[in-house]
């Protein structure tokens, strides 16, 4: 499972600013792209990998937090870190608790900026990760028999054998037949490790 | 059976038993008192009422003519006019019980009608036996009504049957009756009566009536009539217009302007100059009703009802107005008596005629025995030749001219002077033909039936008529004579003398034309007036008298004006009056008088002296005048003046002070008296005097209201010398000592510290507000310094870290350098437009009106108007909705505004250096308040540009006070924008929302 790569987002309207935030970025060979303003940075469309943002809080059209809402809004899951020419405690909170990574006031020191950088492609990476675990086991999931996934959601609520065969009115023999297929099919080595796996796919026991 | 009738015979009974009851009693109390018969005379009305006080003369002469010992007399003057029956019976006729009870009248005579029914009505109470005599109840009242049992009266009533006939007997040439009569319904009452009694002599006289026209078209109409016409004055109290009138003033006013005799039917007009009539006489009345009574008493039965007797409207001729409307003497009936005969030729020149006419006499006893004696007795004719001559001596030496004209030969004798007065010369043969030639054609008629008369009656002759001389002159003759028979009929012979009275007629006319001319004047002239003979009783009031004190001429006359005075002030007014009469100087006084609805006016009277031309003391005359009002608004403005907290002095033209309030006494430190008459310099820094003068001496050229020293400070000075700032309004007053400077002063030490407190508290407004634009612009300019310092910063940890890495090539660091000394400068930029600027806390909100904050910015901005020259015009709407606002915030925006405009209007003459402020509601929920300048405007293309940061046309301006006061109005929820104003100017409107808590 490889993740693609990572990429850092800058959005200010303040040439200059952009200009060292792009430097910074670079000094420590971050891949990133710049844009103006809100309304250009919607049109590049989503990364399929590890990213955040870097948003400057004032701006015209479309300002910092109304972006991010835009964002939450559109199902995308990049981080936004903000930055801000002039701090105020209500737009900090507001933006702290719509997810941002980090409200940074102007000017601010680089390794605070690259701290905040690499804490958000950290926790966008984790995500893709579990991202992709999850479609995984989904996919295996996908592979059994009905009777195959009877026979799971049994072994991962603890029934013995001999129960799981009385439920189904069958006999012992064939559910062991079953139960090795679904061990097989997960990619399990014990049962242990096939509860896990049920659950991260958020299958119930059988009860 | 008649109901009064039949209701009173039970009475009668009663009525019988009480005089059975009464004599033994009566009978009784002889034997103890003298035995007087008591009369009780009740009088309808008050005692001032002319026909109650002729009645009672009347009566009183009546009743005296029993024994004094026989009879005793009460009298009760009722006044039911004012107090009348139905509403005081209940408090009079107990009254008049118990005085009577024991002392009941024998006799009870009633004057007027409401006094006869009071007694009827309540005779059973009152005086059940006594029989009643009633007085002055008109015929109308009473004809045809049955009258209680012994009740017994004399009716009155207008004579007009004998005064129409005694009209056409005085004037027999008469073609019409003109009628003047009143309209209230008693009036009309009379004039119905009248149209009956007149309709008679319809087939003589054409009549005419005016009793439906304004009092001053009937006079008018009078002064028009044709000679052969006559006027029947029925008494009138109201006129066709509906107003009320004295009847008494009309008689006098019909007498004072007809050209024809005018008639009457009270004794009263009489005095007021009608000619006569067949007139009721009051106290005629009077005595009857006595006469009656006395044979009441005597224990005659008299009918119910007697019919108004002639003599009580006796035949009366006013002789003054028989002369002046030139009616003949002769005319008169026998039946008629003559009034007011006055004076005439004879009693004028008496002793002149006397002495004339006795040696006349003498002389024409022989002349006429010569005459006769003429053939027989020529050696006598020598001698009469002389005694002619002496007679001719003596009658021209008196002017006098002699004639004596035989009737039965027609030949007449006349002296030269006789001739002379005729225009005849002496060779001319004179008879009957060439005399009356001569005569006016009007006194012809007249003449001959004089002469007549006293040749028939052999009586004196004496007429004054006019002469036409041949050139045209007119002249007035006054002629006597008497009628001698010397030998039987044949000699019938008038002798007499003539002489010319033309003089005499014409100072006579111009008398009568001055008399009436005075009376006019005097009774329209807008004062009231007096005159008073020599004697100090006053003669004539005038109508503006009379309406004032609304009492009749009567009651004033004399003494009786003296009523009116206010008892406080009597003492003095007799006294002036009577001290000025004794020393016949002028007076001068106030006093108090009351006036006819009862309050007491005060009066100015001045009085004079009069003189004959021969220094005769004539008495005096007065006026007076109503200075009420003066005198109050005398005492209004001496109180207001003295209540004034502002020093009020009144200088006269020299300058000098004739009037000073206490507040000047306060402010200046001078007592009141101290400062009468000093020159008004004296309240002036010496420094100033000179100056002052010279103004002063302007202003008296000048004279109008302004405020002094305009545009200067001006100082006053104390008595101790210490000067203080004032405030001095002068205004020219015209007064009859010449024109008067009133000036108001104003102590302004206080306003001057408060402007001065006023100025220091816009100055820390402005320095706070300097700070709360800081406060405003910390926010919005940390943005802007914040990004190139972010930048700066960033781009140096850039750096280092390519640095680190050994990663940065010369090109990289130069362009980030550049970046970072271009982004260094930007900061520097922002850093210097904030320079000097502070800090300041918002304060608190709370609920305001406009027009306050307006008032209070433009106190702090007074200095600054002045100093632009620029005036300030207010246009607030009286109770804008209150707004919830920081004071201080909003100070700030108008103050930016204000100054702003006046910043505006710097450049601009001077007319055009106004402001506007304005303040009005704006919908239901929104207030409005504009402030508009007439300078160069807002830009054209864009005038929202000045509300943006740093835009400014002022060259010291920072640009940042619009875009302030557009946030601090934004922060209240309002707004502020701009506009070029019609005709030139910018305006800045702003717009706050009303607060919720304007309540209702």
């Given at each position: 499972?490889?993740?693609?790569?990572?990429?850092?987002?800058v959005v200010d309207d303040d040439l200059s600013m952009r200009k060292a935030i792009?430097?910074?970025?670079?000094?420590?060979?971050?891949?990133?792209?710049?844009?103006t303003g809100a309304?250009?940075?919607?049109?590049?469309?989503?990364?399929?990998?590890?990213?955040?943002?870097i948003l400057d809080l004032n701006m015209p059209e479309l300002n910092g937090l109304e972006l991010q809402e835009?964002?939450?809004?559109?199902?995308?899951?990049?981080?936004v870190i903000f930055i801000t020419g002039g701090a105020s405690v209500p737009t900090c909170v507001q933006a702290m608790k719509a997810g941002a990574v980090d409200y940074l006031s102007k000017p601010f020191r680089d390794?605070d900026l690259?701290?905040a950088?690499?804490?958000?492609?950290?926790?966008?990476?984790?995500?893709?990760?579990?991202?992709?675990?999850?479609?995984?086991?989904?996919?295996?999931?996908?592979?059994?028999?009905?009777?195959?996934?009877?026979?799971?959601?049994?072994?991962?609520?603890?029934?013995?054998?001999?129960?799981?065969?009385?439920?189904?009115?069958?006999?012992?023999?064939?559910?062991?037949?079953?139960?090795?297929?679904?061990?097989?099919?997960?990619?399990?080595?014990?049962?242990?490790?096939?509860?896990?796996?049920?659950?991260?796919?958020?299958?119930?026991?059988?009860? | 059976?008649?109901?009064?009738?039949?209701?009173?015979?039970?009475?009668?009974?009663?009525?019988?038993?009480?005089?059975?009851?009464?004599?033994?009693?009566?009978?009784?109390?002889?034997?103890?008192?003298?035995?007087?018969?008591?009369?009780?005379?009740?009088?309808?009305?008050?005692?001032?009422?002319?026909?109650?006080?002729?009645?009672?003369?009347?009566?009183?002469?009546?009743?005296?003519?029993?024994?004094?010992?026989?009879?005793?007399?009460?009298?009760?003057?009722?006044?039911?006019?004012?107090?009348?029956?139905?509403?005081?019976?209940?408090?009079?006729?107990?009254?008049?019980?118990?005085?009577?009870?024991?002392?009941?009248?024998?006799?009870?005579?009633?004057?007027?009608?409401?006094?006869?029914?009071?007694?009827?009505?309540?005779?059973?109470?009152?005086?059940?036996?006594?029989?009643?005599?009633?007085?002055?109840?008109?015929?109308?009242?009473?004809?045809?009504?049955?009258?209680?049992?012994?009740?017994?009266?004399?009716?009155?009533?207008?004579?007009?049957?004998?005064?129409?006939?005694?009209?056409?007997?005085?004037?027999?040439?008469?073609?019409?009756?003109?009628?003047?009569?009143?309209?209230?319904?008693?009036?009309?009452?009379?004039?119905?009566?009248?149209?009956?009694?007149?309709?008679?002599?319809?087939?003589?006289?054409?009549?005419?009536?005016?009793?439906?026209?304004?009092?001053?078209?009937?006079?008018?109409?009078?002064?028009?009539?044709?000679?052969?016409?006559?006027?029947?004055?029925?008494?009138?109290?109201?006129?066709?217009?509906?107003?009320?009138?004295?009847?008494?003033?009309?008689?006098?006013?019909?007498?004072?302007?007809?050209?024809?005799?005018?008639?009457?039917?009270?004794?009263?007009?009489?005095?007021?100059?009608?000619?006569?009539?067949?007139?009721?006489?009051?106290?005629?009345?009077?005595?009857?009703?006595?006469?009656?009574?006395?044979?009441?008493?005597?224990?005659?039965?008299?009918?119910?009802?007697?019919?108004?007797?002639?003599?009580?409207?006796?035949?009366?001729?006013?002789?003054?107005?028989?002369?002046?409307?030139?009616?003949?003497?002769?005319?008169?009936?026998?039946?008629?008596?003559?009034?007011?005969?006055?004076?005439?030729?004879?009693?004028?020149?008496?002793?002149?005629?006397?002495?004339?006419?006795?040696?006349?006499?003498?002389?024409?006893?022989?002349?006429?025995?010569?005459?006769?004696?003429?053939?027989?007795?020529?050696?006598?004719?020598?001698?009469?030749?002389?005694?002619?001559?002496?007679?001719?001596?003596?009658?021209?030496?008196?002017?006098?001219?002699?004639?004596?004209?035989?009737?039965?030969?027609?030949?007449?004798?006349?002296?030269?002077?006789?001739?002379?007065?005729?225009?005849?010369?002496?060779?001319?043969?004179?008879?009957?033909?060439?005399?009356?030639?001569?005569?006016?054609?009007?006194?012809?008629?007249?003449?001959?039936?004089?002469?007549?008369?006293?040749?028939?009656?052999?009586?004196?002759?004496?007429?004054?008529?006019?002469?036409?001389?041949?050139?045209?002159?007119?002249?007035?003759?006054?002629?006597?004579?008497?009628?001698?028979?010397?030998?039987?009929?044949?000699?019938?012979?008038?002798?007499?003398?003539?002489?010319?009275?033309?003089?005499?007629?014409?100072?006579?006319?111009?008398?009568?034309?001055?008399?009436?001319?005075?009376?006019?004047?005097?009774?329209?002239?807008?004062?009231?007036?007096?005159?008073?003979?020599?004697?100090?009783?006053?003669?004539?009031?005038?109508?503006?008298?009379?309406?004032?004190?609304?009492?009749?001429?009567?009651?004033?006359?004399?003494?009786?004006?003296?009523?009116?005075?206010?008892?406080?002030?009597?003492?003095?007014?007799?006294?002036?009056?009577?001290?000025?009469?004794?020393?016949?100087?002028?007076?001068?006084?106030?006093?108090?008088?009351?006036?006819?609805?009862?309050?007491?006016?005060?009066?100015?009277?001045?009085?004079?002296?009069?003189?004959?031309?021969?220094?005769?003391?004539?008495?005096?005359?007065?006026?007076?005048?109503?200075?009420?009002?003066?005198?109050?608004?005398?005492?209004?403005?001496?109180?207001?003046?003295?209540?004034?907290?502002?020093?009020?002095?009144?200088?006269?033209?020299?300058?000098?002070?004739?009037?000073?309030?206490?507040?000047?006494?306060?402010?200046?430190?001078?007592?009141?008296?101290?400062?009468?008459?000093?020159?008004?310099?004296?309240?002036?820094?010496?420094?100033?005097?000179?100056?002052?003068?010279?103004?002063?001496?302007?202003?008296?050229?000048?004279?109008?209201?302004?405020?002094?020293?305009?545009?200067?400070?001006?100082?006053?000075?104390?008595?101790?010398?210490?000067?203080?700032?004032?405030?001095?309004?002068?205004?020219?007053?015209?007064?009859?000592?010449?024109?008067?400077?009133?000036?108001?002063?104003?102590?302004?030490?206080?306003?001057?510290q408060a402007e001065a407190e006023a100025r220091q508290h816009r100055e820390e407004v402005a320095h706070l507000s300097r700070l709360a634009i800081i406060g405003e612009m910390a926010g919005s300019l940390a943005h802007e310094l914040n990004q190139p310092l972010g930048a700066i910063v960033t781009n140096v940890g850039?750096?280092?870290?390519?640095?680190?890495?050994?990663?940065?090539?010369?090109?990289?660091?130069?362009?980030?350098?550049?970046d970072i000394a271009a982004d260094g400068k930007r900061a520097g930029d922002v850093i210097r437009t904030v320079k000097g600027i502070g800090r300041k806390e918002a304060g608190a909100r709370r609920l305001l009106q406009l027009n306050e904050v307006i008032a209070e910015v433009l106190r702090l901005v007074r200095s600054d108007a002045l100093a632009h020259?620029c005036?300030v015009?207010t246009?607030l709407h009286?109770?804008p909705p209150k707004v919830e606002a920081n004071l201080v915030q909003l100070q700030e925006v108008f103050l930016n505004l204000i100054l702003n405009a006046f910043e505006a209007s710097k450049?601009?003459?001077?007319?055009?250096?106004?402001v506007i402020i304005r303040t009005e509601p704006d919908g239901?929920s929104a207030v409005r308040a504009s402030v508009r300048d007439?300078g160069t405007g807002l830009p054209?293309d864009l005038p929202e540009r000045v509300f943006d940061r740093f835009f400014s046309t002022k060259r010291e301006g920072m640009g940042i006070g619009l875009f302030i006061a557009r946030s601090i109005v934004a922060a209240h929820g309002g707004t502020l924008f701009a506009e070029n104003a019609?005709?030139?100017g910018a305006q800045f409107c702003l717009r706050l929302p009303v607060s919720k808590e304007n309540g209702?």
């Amino acid at each position: 499972m490889t993740l693609a790569h990572r990429v850092v987002y800058v959005v200010d309207d303040d040439l200059s600013m952009r200009k060292a935030i792009g430097r910074l970025l670079e000094s420590e060979q971050y891949a990133f792209e710049m844009f103006t303003g809100a309304q250009e940075f919607l049109a590049r469309g989503p990364h399929a990998g590890p990213s955040c943002v870097i948003l400057d809080l004032n701006m015209p059209e479309l300002n910092g937090l109304e972006l991010q809402e835009t964002l939450a809004k559109m199902g995308r899951v990049e981080r936004v870190i903000f930055i801000t020419g002039g701090a105020s405690v209500p737009t900090c909170v507001q933006a702290m608790k719509a997810g941002a990574v980090d409200y940074l006031s102007k000017p601010f020191r680089d390794e605070d900026l690259l701290g905040a950088v690499e804490r958000a492609l950290n926790r966008s990476s984790e995500q893709w990760i579990e991202r992709l675990q999850h479609k995984e086991v989904r996919d295996r999931l996908a592979t059994l028999t009905p009777r195959e996934f009877d026979v799971l959601k049994g072994v991962i609520a603890g029934m013995l054998n001999k129960q799981i065969a009385a439920q189904f009115g069958t006999t012992e023999g064939t559910i062991k037949v079953h139960r090795g297929r679904v061990m097989e099919k997960m990619g399990a080595i014990s049962v242990p490790e096939l509860v896990v796996l049920a659950q991260r796919a958020g299958i119930a026991p059988a009860s | 059976m008649p109901s009064v009738l039949s209701r009173a015979r039970p009475l009668a009974y009663v009525t019988l038993f009480w005089i059975a009851w009464c004599a033994a009693f009566c009978g009784r109390l002889e034997a103890i008192s003298t035995q007087k018969k008591a009369v009780l005379v009740l009088y309808g009305d008050r005692l001032s009422i002319p026909a109650m006080k002729s009645t009672e003369q009347g009566l009183m002469a009546g009743l005296s003519r029993a024994p004094p010992e026989d009879l005793e007399i009460f009298s009760e003057y009722l006044d039911l006019g004012r107090f009348p029956a139905t509403k005081y019976g209940d408090d009079l006729v107990p009254y008049l019980r118990a005085r009577y009870a024991a002392r009941k009248p024998d006799v009870v005579i009633t004057v007027g009608s409401s006094a006869l029914e009071l007694a009827v009505a309540h005779r059973d109470e009152l005086f059940p036996s006594a029989p009643i005599v009633f007085a002055n109840v008109d015929l109308r009242e009473v004809e045809g009504k049955e009258m209680p049992p012994n009740v017994t009266g004399l009716s009155i009533a207008w004579d007009y049957q004998r005064t129409v006939e005694l009209a056409l007997q005085l004037q027999p040439e008469t073609r019409e009756i003109v009628c003047v009569g009143g309209t209230s319904i008693e009036e009309q009452q009379w004039n119905n009566e009248a149209r009956k009694v007149l309709e008679r002599f319809a087939t003589r006289v054409r009549i005419r009536w005016l009793d439906k026209l304004p009092l001053q078209a009937v006079l008018d109409e009078v002064a028009q009539l044709p000679l052969d016409s006559a006027v029947l004055y029925v008494p009138m109290r109201r006129d066709g217009a509906g107003k009320s009138v004295s009847p008494f003033e009309v008689a006098q006013k019909l007498a004072e302007v007809s050209r024809v005799p005018v008639y009457g039917l009270s004794r009263s007009e009489l005095e007021q100059g009608i000619i006569g009539g067949a007139l009721l006489d009051f106290s005629a009345v009077g005595d009857k009703t006595a006469a009656l009574a006395l044979r009441v008493l005597a224990g005659e039965v008299p009918p119910a009802l007697i019919p108004p007797d002639p003599a009580t409207n006796p035949l009366l001729i006013n002789w003054p107005a028989l002369k002046k409307w030139q009616v003949s003497e002769g005319r008169i009936p026998r039946a008629a008596t003559v009034r007011y005969r006055g004076p005439g030729l004879w009693e004028r020149h008496r002793r002149l005629i006397l002495v004339t006419a006795s040696i006349f006499s003498l002389q024409s006893v022989l002349i006429v025995w010569l005459i006769v004696q003429h053939s027989r007795r020529k050696r006598v004719e020598r001698s009469l030749r002389d005694s002619e001559e002496r007679m001719s001596l003596a009658a021209e030496a008196a002017n006098m001219g002699m004639w004596v004209w035989d009737v039965v030969s027609d030949e007449v004798w006349m002296s030269d002077k006789g001739r002379s007065l005729f225009g005849i010369g002496p060779e001319t043969r004179l008879d009957w033909k060439t005399l009356i030639s001569r005569v006016h054609p009007e006194d012809r008629a007249t003449r001959n039936v004089e002469l007549r008369r006293a040749i028939e009656n052999r009586s004196e002759y004496a007429m004054d008529y006019r002469v036409l001389l041949p050139d045209g002159t007119l002249r007035w003759i006054g002629a006597r004579g008497h009628c001698m028979n010397v030998g039987g009929n044949k000699h019938t012979r008038l002798l007499g003398v003539s002489m010319d009275v033309t003089a005499q007629k014409q100072a006579q006319d111009a008398l009568r034309e001055s008399e009436a001319r005075f009376r006019d004047m005097a009774d329209t002239a807008p004062v009231m007036i007096w005159m008073a003979d020599p004697d100090k009783l006053c003669t004539f009031f005038n109508k503006g008298w009379l309406d004032f004190t609304g009492r009749p001429l009567e009651q004033e006359l004399g003494n009786g004006w003296a009523e009116g005075v206010h008892r406080e002030d009597l003492d003095h007014c007799l006294e002036v009056y009577v001290n000025s009469f004794d020393a016949r100087q002028r007076f001068t006084m106030e006093y108090r008088m009351r006036r006819i609805d009862g309050e007491y006016r005060w009066v100015l009277d001045n009085g004079a002296p009069r003189f004959a031309s021969d220094g005769t003391f004539l008495g005096y005359i007065g006026s007076c005048l109503d200075i009420t009002d003066r005198k109050q608004a005398q005492e209004r403005f001496r109180l207001a003046v003295e209540a004034s907290p502002n020093g009020i002095v009144l200088v006269n033209a020299q300058g000098h002070i004739v009037l000073a309030n206490a507040c000047v006494e306060k402010l200046f430190g001078y007592r009141q008296q101290e400062l009468m008459g000093q020159a008004v310099e004296l309240l002036v820094p010496e420094r100033f005097r000179g100056k002052h003068l010279a103004h002063r001496a302007g202003f008296h050229a000048a004279p109008a209201s302004r405020p002094m020293g305009a545009g200067l400070e001006l100082f006053a000075r104390r008595k101790d010398g210490t000067e203080f700032p004032v405030e001095i309004g002068i205004s020219p007053i015209q007064s009859p000592e010449g024109t008067l400077v009133l000036s108001v002063i104003v102590d302004i030490t206080e306003r001057k510290q408060a402007e001065a407190e006023a100025r220091q508290h816009r100055e820390e407004v402005a320095h706070l507000s300097r700070l709360a634009i800081i406060g405003e612009m910390a926010g919005s300019l940390a943005h802007e310094l914040n990004q190139p310092l972010g930048a700066i910063v960033t781009n140096v940890g850039a750096a280092l870290r390519f640095l680190e890495r050994d990663n940065l090539s010369g090109e990289k660091l130069r362009e980030i350098l550049q970046d970072i000394a271009a982004d260094g400068k930007r900061a520097g930029d922002v850093i210097r437009t904030v320079k000097g600027i502070g800090r300041k806390e918002a304060g608190a909100r709370r609920l305001l009106q406009l027009n306050e904050v307006i008032a209070e910015v433009l106190r702090l901005v007074r200095s600054d108007a002045l100093a632009h020259d620029c005036t300030v015009l207010t246009e607030l709407h009286p109770a804008p909705p209150k707004v919830e606002a920081n004071l201080v915030q909003l100070q700030e925006v108008f103050l930016n505004l204000i100054l702003n405009a006046f910043e505006a209007s710097k450049d601009l003459p001077k007319v055009r250096r106004r402001v506007i402020i304005r303040t009005e509601p704006d919908g239901d929920s929104a207030v409005r308040a504009s402030v508009r300048d007439f300078g160069t405007g807002l830009p054209a293309d864009l005038p929202e540009r000045v509300f943006d940061r740093f835009f400014s046309t002022k060259r010291e301006g920072m640009g940042i006070g619009l875009f302030i006061a557009r946030s601090i109005v934004a922060a209240h929820g309002g707004t502020l924008f701009a506009e070029n104003a019609e005709g030139g100017g910018a305006q800045f409107c702003l717009r706050l929302p009303v607060s919720k808590e304007n309540g209702g």
